[in-house]
């Protein structure tokens, strides 16, 4: 009995430290269903979540996190704190403008996902969506030295234009391969 | 099994008052099945919440590589994307053929593809091009769904296009070009 329980939670522990925590996403998104069996990747990665209209960028990995959000704030005029970058590192995904991310950082984790993020801008003016997608490549390429690929979690019915938006910003950096993010589908039939 | 062992000290010898030994030993089943209960618990969250990625290419916008590499008009398949959940097909070029108003879903569009697969490779020789133009209304949904139908029938050339004027009126003649949600 006791080798019996020894071994349940040593695999009770394991699971619990190699499952990942959840993300919640800042909109509720419904993933479309497809029959792609290709996981995706769990390093080096960003999403774009579309959804409601909105554009939220998530960037995997802290340092990469940190750097981006450096690079970004010179572009922009923006110095942050150490504080406010550690803080910025452990969020998955946010839709803020660059002008409000003071006041996002200086949030409870409570009240940010309480907070109507408003998306990030994707208009060509301020063209922030463009360069946070460029910076976090940036990013990965000095860090880690691998190419980022970019994900678009997409909600399901969410307007095409939207999306075309989207794709458009990722095509204006030359970059015309990209992951859409879909879920398993029940019944597919192969 | 392991159990607790609540057997009496025995006879007190002598009127001598001793503590009642204890058996160290505990009843571990519940401790062991709540324990199997979470590890099936996280084995299921581990690995079905593990999202799939798509790989999409687009085609290069840039200037310089425009136009390349004509395609057959009777090898090139385009899907309408409309909105009501709705795609129009046609074969060549715009107009020449009437297009056809189907559905997504195993018997409308997947049909569509493996039979217009099969006639192209056998009139041609050559495999077939799809070209998908999402219009304005259509949903992202839709363009996931037949960008997984062509996954799925093996037509390794497509391209996902803008719309034209033209072909959205085909779409509004069809009644595939509204707002409704």
């Not at chain 1, 996403?25 to 209209?53: C, K, L, M, W």
């Not at chain 1, 939220?56 to 981006?68: S, V």
């Not at chain 1, 063209?127 to 460029?134: A, M, P, S, T």
């Not at chain 1, 095409?160 to 029940?186: A, E």
Request: charged share 25%.
């Amino acid at each position: 009995m006791t080798a019996m329980c020894d071994v349940a939670f040593l695999l009770l522990t394991f699971f619990i430290l190699t499952a990942k925590p959840r993300t919640d996403d800042p909109v509720p998104i419904d993933v479309p269903r497809s029959s792609i069996q290709v996981p995706v990747p769990d390093e080096n990665f960003a999403t774009i979540t579309v959804g409601h209209n909105k554009a939220f960028f998530g960037i995997e990995g802290t340092d990469l996190r940190r750097e981006t959000l450096e690079q970004v704030g010179a572009i922009y005029k923006q110095t942050f704190t150490p504080e406010e970058l550690k803080k910025f590192s452990g969020i998955e995904s946010f839709g803020v403008p660059i002008a409000n991310m003071h006041q996002f950082l200086s949030l409870s984790s409570e009240q940010q996902r309480q907070y109507a993020q408003p998306g990030i801008p994707r208009d060509s003016v301020s063209n922030e969506l463009f360069n946070w997608i460029r910076e976090a490549r940036k990013a990965t390429a000095s860090l880690h030295n691998v190419q980022m690929r970019i994900a678009i979690k997409g909600d399901s019915k969410e307007e095409y234009p939207v999306i075309k938006d989207v794709v458009g910003i990722l095509q204006k950096q030359k970059l015309n391969k990209f992951s859409l993010i879909t879920s398993v589908s029940g019944g597919a039939k192969k | 099994m392991a159990e607790l062992d609540t057997s009496g000290g025995g006879k007190h010898k002598g009127g001598k008052v001793r503590s009642k030994k204890q058996s160290t030993r505990i009843d571990l089943t519940a401790m062991v099945d709540l324990a199997f209960l979470l590890i099936t618990f996280f084995i299921m969250t581990t690995t079905l919440a593990k999202p799939k990625a798509m790989d999409l290419a687009m085609p290069d916008k840039d200037e310089k590589t425009k136009d390349q590499l004509p395609v057959a008009a009777s090898r090139s398949l385009t899907l309408l994307l409309g909105s009501n959940d709705k795609l129009e097909w046609y074969i060549g070029e715009p107009g020449k053929s009437a297009p056809e108003v189907i559905g997504y879903g195993p018997d409308g569009l997947r049909k569509l593809l493996v039979e217009k697969s099969k006639d192209v490779m056998a009139k041609t020789g050559k495999a077939i091009f799809v070209v998908v133009k999402p219009s304005d209304k259509s949903k992202y949904k839709n363009m996931v769904s037949v960008l997984d139908e062509i996954n799925i029938t093996n037509i390794t050339m497509y391209g996902i296009v803008d719309i034209t004027a033209p072909e959205i009126e085909l779409l509004k003649r069809e009644n595939l070009y509204s707002d409704n949600k």
